[in-house]
């Protein structure tokens, strides 16, 4: 008897189909299903970096959070988490002026 396949499995599979591709990573990965945050980087994000980076970055951030003891209601200390996070995905100050031009 032949073992049915099974859905999940494969429609994780068809999202990797290599029609996007992360700028940070180089590899093939699924496109993010929204705009993580408003803005340029935001949009920059939603249209260079997979979700599975994303994801990654996600659990890394939490990581620098909590070693940093960051307080995000305080701007310092989020200014840290946003420089972390841009170093991590690959945003350097060059594309970050490029992208608040643009948006002038």
């Known amino acids: 008897l032949p073992v049915p396949q099974v859905g999940g499995a494969a429609s994780a599979s068809a999202d990797l189909t290599g029609a996007f591709v992360c700028k940070r990573t180089g590899r093939p990965g699924s496109k993010l299903a929204r705009q ?59 594309l970050i002026a490029e992208l608040e031009k643009g948006k002038a």
Request: hydrophobic share 35%; no cysteine; net charge negative.
């Open 36 to 94: 993580p945050f408003r803005g340029p980087v935001g949009a920059w994000i939603f249209e260079n970096i997979s979700a599975q980076t994303w994801d990654d970055w996600i659990r890394q951030g939490t990581k620098v959070i909590n070693e940093l003891r960051l307080d995000l209601s305080r701007d310092q200390d989020a200014a840290t988490y946003d420089q972390h996070m841009r170093e991590y995905l690959g945003i350097d100050e060059a």
